[in-house]
Nanobody, 123 residues
Framework: QVQLVESGGGLVQVGDSLRLSCAAS????????IGWFRQAPGKEREFVAA???????YYADSAKGRFTISRDNVKNTVYLQMNSLKPEDTAVYFC?????????????????WGQGTQVTVSS
Protein backbone atom coordinates (compact mmCIF):
# COMPACT_ATOMS: atom_id res chain seq x y z
CA GLN A 1 0.00 0.00 0.00
CA VAL A 2 0.95 3.64 -0.36
CA GLN A 3 -0.17 6.70 1.56
CA LEU A 4 -0.36 10.04 -0.23
CA VAL A 5 -0.27 13.53 1.29
CA GLU A 6 -0.73 16.64 -0.82
CA SER A 7 0.60 20.07 0.07
CA GLY A 8 1.44 23.37 -1.55
CA GLY A 9 -2.00 24.78 -2.18
CA GLY A 10 -2.96 28.32 -1.33
CA LEU A 11 -4.47 31.61 -2.43
CA VAL A 12 -2.78 33.22 -5.42
CA GLN A 13 -3.49 35.88 -8.03
CA VAL A 14 -4.24 35.36 -11.71
CA GLY A 15 -1.03 34.61 -13.57
CA ASP A 16 0.83 33.36 -10.51
CA SER A 17 2.44 29.95 -10.09
CA LEU A 18 2.14 27.21 -7.51
CA ARG A 19 3.87 23.90 -7.04
CA LEU A 20 1.83 21.15 -5.46
CA SER A 21 3.54 18.21 -3.81
CA CYS A 22 2.32 14.66 -3.36
CA ALA A 23 4.46 12.89 -0.78
CA ALA A 24 4.23 9.12 -0.79
CA SER A 25 4.96 6.75 2.06
CA UNK A 26 4.71 3.02 2.41
CA UNK A 27 5.99 2.26 -1.06
CA UNK A 28 8.32 4.04 -3.43
CA UNK A 29 6.53 6.40 -5.75
CA UNK A 30 8.29 5.07 -8.83
CA UNK A 31 6.41 1.77 -8.55
CA UNK A 32 3.13 3.57 -9.20
CA UNK A 33 1.54 5.70 -11.83
CA ILE A 34 0.55 9.00 -10.19
CA GLY A 35 -2.28 11.21 -11.27
CA TRP A 36 -3.47 14.66 -10.29
CA PHE A 37 -7.17 15.45 -10.27
CA ARG A 38 -9.15 18.47 -9.15
CA GLN A 39 -12.66 19.18 -7.99
CA ALA A 40 -14.25 22.61 -8.05
CA PRO A 41 -17.32 23.42 -5.94
CA GLY A 42 -20.43 21.89 -7.45
CA LYS A 43 -18.48 20.08 -10.15
CA GLU A 44 -17.26 16.56 -10.68
CA ARG A 45 -13.69 15.58 -10.04
CA GLU A 46 -11.65 15.88 -13.22
CA PHE A 47 -8.32 14.69 -14.53
CA VAL A 48 -5.44 17.16 -14.64
CA ALA A 49 -2.20 15.24 -15.26
CA ALA A 50 -0.57 11.85 -14.79
CA UNK A 51 2.85 10.28 -14.96
CA UNK A 52 3.65 6.60 -15.38
CA UNK A 53 6.89 4.71 -15.48
CA UNK A 54 9.35 5.23 -16.99
CA UNK A 55 8.26 8.81 -17.53
CA UNK A 56 5.34 9.11 -19.90
CA UNK A 57 3.12 12.04 -18.99
CA TYR A 58 -0.48 12.87 -19.78
CA TYR A 59 -2.28 16.20 -19.47
CA ALA A 60 -5.81 17.47 -19.72
CA ASP A 61 -6.27 20.04 -22.46
CA SER A 62 -6.77 22.69 -19.77
CA ALA A 63 -3.34 21.89 -18.32
CA LYS A 64 -1.25 21.54 -21.46
CA GLY A 65 1.41 24.20 -21.75
CA ARG A 66 0.81 25.51 -18.22
CA PHE A 67 1.18 22.53 -15.86
CA THR A 68 4.05 20.06 -15.50
CA ILE A 69 4.04 16.81 -13.56
CA SER A 70 7.39 15.54 -12.31
CA ARG A 71 8.82 13.09 -9.83
CA ASP A 72 11.67 13.14 -7.30
CA ASN A 73 12.58 9.56 -6.46
CA VAL A 74 14.91 10.61 -3.64
CA LYS A 75 12.13 12.51 -1.87
CA ASN A 76 9.51 9.96 -2.95
CA THR A 77 7.38 12.88 -4.10
CA VAL A 78 5.47 13.83 -7.22
CA TYR A 79 4.99 17.48 -8.10
CA LEU A 80 2.52 19.47 -10.13
CA GLN A 81 4.01 22.76 -11.24
CA MET A 82 1.20 25.12 -12.20
CA ASN A 83 1.97 28.32 -14.08
CA SER A 84 -0.20 31.10 -15.49
CA LEU A 85 -2.99 30.23 -13.11
CA LYS A 86 -6.54 31.23 -13.95
CA PRO A 87 -9.66 31.62 -11.79
CA GLU A 88 -11.04 28.43 -13.37
CA ASP A 89 -8.11 26.51 -11.86
CA THR A 90 -9.66 27.07 -8.43
CA ALA A 91 -10.37 23.65 -6.94
CA VAL A 92 -9.27 21.07 -4.43
CA TYR A 93 -6.40 19.16 -6.00
CA PHE A 94 -5.92 15.47 -5.28
CA CYS A 95 -3.12 13.11 -6.12
CA UNK A 96 -3.81 9.45 -6.72
CA UNK A 97 -1.81 6.32 -7.34
CA UNK A 98 -2.27 3.06 -9.16
CA UNK A 99 -0.08 0.01 -9.56
CA UNK A 100 -1.98 -1.14 -12.57
CA UNK A 101 -2.33 0.02 -16.11
CA UNK A 102 -5.48 1.33 -17.65
CA UNK A 103 -6.86 4.68 -18.58
CA UNK A 104 -4.89 7.19 -16.51
CA UNK A 105 -7.48 9.85 -17.32
CA UNK A 106 -10.15 8.03 -15.33
CA UNK A 107 -10.79 8.25 -11.58
CA UNK A 108 -11.66 4.55 -11.45
CA UNK A 109 -8.14 3.59 -12.53
CA UNK A 110 -6.67 4.77 -9.22
CA UNK A 111 -6.93 2.93 -5.93
CA UNK A 112 -5.05 5.25 -3.56
CA TRP A 113 -5.95 8.89 -2.93
CA GLY A 114 -4.68 11.76 -0.87
CA GLN A 115 -6.86 14.12 1.14
CA GLY A 116 -6.50 17.06 -1.24
CA THR A 117 -5.11 20.59 -1.10
CA GLN A 118 -7.06 23.76 -1.88
CA VAL A 119 -5.96 26.04 -4.68
CA THR A 120 -7.73 29.37 -5.02
CA VAL A 121 -6.93 31.76 -7.85
CA SER A 122 -8.21 35.26 -7.28
CA SER A 123 -8.88 37.77 -10.02
Amino acid sequence: QVQLVESGGGLVQVGDSLRLSCAASGRTVNTYAIGWFRQAPGKEREFVAARRNPGTTYYADSAKGRFTISRDNVKNTVYLQMNSLKPEDTAVYFCAATQWGGNYFQIASYNYWGQGTQVTVSS
